[in-house]
C-alpha cells in the first residue's frame, strides 16, 4: 500500500512539473518576436539578409521549438471543422495564400508526402482566403491532404492564428508532435520558380524535419509514459 502510495505521488508530482512546464507558442512570440523584427530591420538596413536567417534559426530553435499550440478550430473546404487537438498523430500545418498556391508542382510534392506519410502524419494545408477562392485554386489535392481556409474578411483571428499569420508570413510550414508541441518551422515551404539544384534542398530539407518530427514524438510518448508495475 505505501508502495504504490509513493507511485500515485510521484506520478502527480510529474505531472504538475509538466504543466508548470509548458509554454504556449503565442505566449513565446508574443515575449520575442519584438526583439527579433528589430534586429531583422538592422540586419536589412545592412543587406545582411544572411544574418536573418540566423535570428530566426535562433528564435525558432530557443524559443519556439517545444512550445504548444493551442487548439486551431478551422473550416473545411469539405464541409465542417478540423480541431487540430482531436487529431492523434503528428501534423505538418501548411501556411499559404492563393498567390502562391496555383502550382501545379507543388500540390504533387504535396500528394506525395501526404501519400507516403498516411496514418502517421497529417498534411494540413491553410489558406488565407474566401471559400470561393480556396476551392477553385486546391483541386488536385489527394484524399490524404485536409484542406482548410480562414476568410479574414468574416473571422476573428484568435491568438494563436494570429501568431501563424503575422509573425512568419507565407508560405510557412508548422510541425507539430501528437501532444502539439512545435518541432521546427520552416518559412520557405514553396516550390514555384526554383531551380532544379533548389527543388532538390527543398525535398531534403522537408523529409529531414518530417523524420525529425517524427522521431521527437516518439521520444514525447515514452517520456510522457509513467509505468506503474511493481519490482
Not at 177 to 197: H, M
Request: glycine share 4%; net charge positive.
Amino acid at each position: 500500500m505505501k508502495k504504490m502510495f509513493t507511485i500515485l505521488l510521484l506520478g502527480f508530482v510529474l505531472s504538475v512539473f509538466s504543466q508548470e512546464q509548458k509554454i504556449y507558442f503565442d505566449d513565446a512570440i508574443l515575449q520575442h518576436l519584438k526583439n527579433y523584427n528589430k534586429q531583422c530591420d538592422i540586419a536589412i538596413k545592412n543587406n545582411n539578409q544572411n544574418y536573418v536567417d540566423v535570428l530566426f534559426d535562433s528564435l525558432n530553435k530557443t524559443y519556439l521549438k517545444g512550445t504548444v499550440i493551442s487548439n486551431l478550430r478551422l473550416k473545411k473546404i469539405s464541409g465542417g471543422y478540423l480541431d487540430t487537438d482531436k487529431i492523434k498523430i503528428p501534423i505538418l500545418l501548411i501556411s499559404k495564400k492563393i498567390c502562391f498556391v496555383t502550382h501545379k508542382e507543388e500540390i504533387k510534392a504535396i500528394n506525395e508526402m501526404a501519400n507516403q506519410y498516411k496514418g502517421k502524419v497529417e498534411f494540413v494545408v491553410l489558406y488565407w482566403d474566401r471559400k470561393g477562392l480556396v476551392k477553385k485554386a486546391t483541386k488536385g489535392f489527394s484524399k490524404n491532404v485536409t484542406i482548410v481556409f480562414v476568410n479574414e474578411r468574416e473571422n476573428q483571428l484568435d491568438m494563436t492564428l494570429n501568431s501563424i499569420k503575422n509573425s512568419f508570413g507565407v508560405p510557412a510550414s508548422f510541425y507539430m508532435t501528437a501532444t502539439k508541441q512545435l518541432s521546427n518551422i520552416d518559412r520557405k515551404f514553396y516550390l514555384k520558380n526554383l531551380k532544379r539544384s533548389t527543388k532538390k534542398e527543398f525535398y531534403e530539407n522537408t523529409y529531414n524535419d518530417i523524420t525529425r518530427l517524427l522521431l521527437e514524438n516518439e521520444t514525447m510518448n515514452q517520456e510522457n509514459h509513467i509505468s506503474t508495475r511493481e519490482n
